[in-house]
């Protein structure tokens, strides 16, 4: 689907099923999301935001800090819980 595209191309093309894959699992008050963070490369999630900006995974982590709450999420480490509400 994305084969041939520039990174920016490919990036707006699948932002939209990522976001709306993120938002349905809330939206379904699914128990845990949990970003599953490469250790050797990145010590923190907003370490990886700021060396990977524009990243499809910098945009989840953007878009979960955002918008979790909202659907009853709370972020304990690198995982955002749904303690009801939302």
Do not use: C
């Amino acid at each position: 689907m994305t084969y041939g595209l520039s990174e920016s191309d490919r990036t707006a093309l699948t932002w939209p099923v990522n976001e709306h894959f993120l938002r349905s699992q809330m939206e379904d008050h699914v128990g845990r999301i949990e970003y599953i963070l490469d250790r050797d490369k990145y010590s923190s999630l907003e370490e990886m935001a700021l060396e990977r900006a524009g990243s499809l995974s910098a945009m989840e982590l953007d878009f979960l800090t955002k918008n979790a709450a909202a659907y009853g999420y709370e972020r304990v480490g690198d995982a955002w819980v749904y303690v009801g509400g939302g």
